[in-house]
């Protein structure tokens, strides 16, 4: 791990005097490693308050944290928390702002401002941008020190653009093809934080309306525990500089990231479906844990940690510097501050391809309705269908493919509330059968037990449920006068709903049904 402090004066830093009021002095010099830096700014006068200065000195604050990003201020007089909201104000656009879909336990001081994460000192916190798991983050962080720890403790800092170069070329490829990652967090009264501090209410309704606004898929479930998912970027191409840049926390959120031994304790007491957190590809698949290692020593090739002293302030370019937390001995004081918020909307390019949100009711417990379970269960039923030469369309298949068929449609959203829309499938080696789903069992309890097979006349000559008529009449009519056709689909789909009632096509029917017919 190369993280190894060292001094480095830069060839034109030196004792930097600011003619103006006062004569204020300060020197600068840079600290760091081969891949990140961090400029150093030293009060040369005693009694200065690094809120003064930065009023009086704007100009060149602005223009060295342009052009550094990263900023240590040192020597400074001591301040509270009123006084780093000052700071924050003089250096940025809009003052502090509030830390809102948190990832972990913080307290409030005011301001605006808070304690640093509040986990337990022997854990150490990996290297990430700030609010990378999300659509929108803070430009700017400060982490202000009020007591440094007796030993560990560092907040370790990673040019963000050397990272991303450090990464396998493999992985950033893989990665960059699944169109963004999957972040799934199961909040509880037991562990972590709970949804009323993640949503800061504890109004179900405003919940709900939170999560469709931030297009974040939500389940209720027993025990007061809640589901959620939501997609974000991978990667950003920094406007600033022009790098791009490993911007996303795929590797924090895994279960991967924990102590093997808690890993192990969590999977086995909670499963992998309700642990606080866990991240996927945004099309639902399982993240390597070798993948997000190799992300990892990337983090750790790239990291420069420095000691920590009283009166310290860190302000640095969310974007351009990750930060983390060594674990530590003794007690440690640390504030922090975000400002400038910034957003996908403004790295297009780097937006992540959405899947359609699913919402589910209140104590509704469904896994179908949940991203993961939904995609895993898409994964599942393509390892059949594309497998034909090993199962040989059997009956037994053709019926699986069958069922699977009708939960795809739920999935879909074409089947107008699970309860509309059809699937016939002929049986293999007779004229006039055909298997179709039963009349009564909605698409998502549809399995190849409960099909019905009927024949030309609409007798069921198999099965324990009635045939949907109007189903029947449309299918066998097909079936009789096309005898090459294998399956017919009809589906009733929403949007079909929106071309239909705006009048937009001439169409005998004002109805959302769609036909499909395949041989």
């Not at 972590?192 to 297009?215: A, H, L, M, P």
């Amino acid at each position: 791990m190369k993280n190894t402090s060292q001094d480095m004066t830069t060839p034109g830093f030196g004792q930097v005097v600011i003619d103006s009021t006062g004569h204020a002095n300060v020197s600068l010099h840079q600290i760091g490693n081969q891949y990140t830096r961090i400029t150093v700014v030293t009060a040369g006068v005693k009694g200065m308050l690094l809120a003064d200065w930065m009023k009086q000195h704007a100009g060149f604050v602005t223009s060295l944290f342009d052009k550094e990003r990263a900023l240590l201020f040192r020597g400074f007089e001591p301040t509270d928390n009123e006084g780093m909201a000052a700071i924050v104000r003089e250096s940025s656009e809009g003052g502090a702002l509030n830390y809102v879909e948190p990832s972990t336990p913080r307290t409030r001081k005011g301001n605006a401002i808070y304690t640093s994460t509040e986990y337990p000192k022997e854990q150490r916190i990996p290297q990430h941008n700030e609010h990378a798991y999300s659509d929108f983050w803070p430009k700017k962080l400060y982490f202000y020190c009020v007591q440094p720890s007796e030993t560990g403790g560092q907040t370790p800092v990673c040019d963000s653009a050397e990272v991303f170069k450090r990464i396998p070329a493999a992985v950033r490829d893989l990665f960059g093809s699944k169109g963004g990652i999957m972040y799934v967090r199961n909040f509880s009264d037991e562990i972590d934080i709970s949804w009323k501090e993640f949503f800061g209410t504890d109004n179900r309704n405003e919940v709900e309306t939170y999560c469709q606004k931030r297009k974040m898929n939500f389940a209720w479930l027993e025990d007061n525990r809640l589901r959620i998912s939501q997609q974000a970027q991978v990667t950003i191409t920094d406007s600033h500089s022009g790098s791009k840049i490993w911007f996303n926390q795929a590797h924090l959120f895994h279960y991967s990231n924990l102590d093997k031994e808690v890993a192990h304790y969590l999977v086995e007491t909670y499963g992998k479906d309700n642990l606080p957190r866990n991240a996927f590809f945004a099309d639902g698949s399982e993240i390597n844990a070798a993948d997000l290692d190799a992300v990892r020593e990337a983090y750790d090739q790239v990291m420069f940690k420095f000691d920590w002293e009283s009166g310290d302030l860190l302000m640095i370019d969310n974007l351009a510097y990750t930060h983390g937390r060594e674990s530590y001995t003794g007690s440690r004081n640390l504030l922090v501050a975000m400002s400038e918020e910034d957003g996908i909307h403004n790295y297009p390019d780097s937006a992540p391809v959405y899947s359609a949100t699913k919402h589910t009711t209140e104590n509704t417990d469904r896994m179908a309705t949940e991203d993961v379970v939904s995609h895993s269960r898409q994964n599942t039923s393509r390892h059949f269908f594309l497998k034909e030469s090993r199962f040989n369309n059997s009956k037994a298949m053709l019926k699986y493919k069958l069922a699977v068929s009708c939960r795809m449609l739920r999935m879909l959203e074409l089947d107008e509330g699970s309860i509309s829309g059809h699937i016939s499938l002929k049986v293999p080696g007779s004229e006039n059968l055909f298997w179709v789903n039963p009349f009564g069992v909605l698409f998502d309890e549809v399995t190849p037990d409960n099909l019905v097979m009927v024949d030309e006349n609409g007798i069921v000559v198999d099965g324990d449920h009635p045939v949907n008529v109007a189903g029947f009449c449309i299918h066998s009519s097909i079936h009789q006068s096309n005898k090459d056709i294998g399956c017919i689909v009809h589906t009733h789909s929403p949007w079909g709903y929106v071309v239909f009632c705006f009048g937009r096509l001439h169409h005998t029917s004002h109805r959302s049904e769609q036909l499909y017919v395949l041989r």
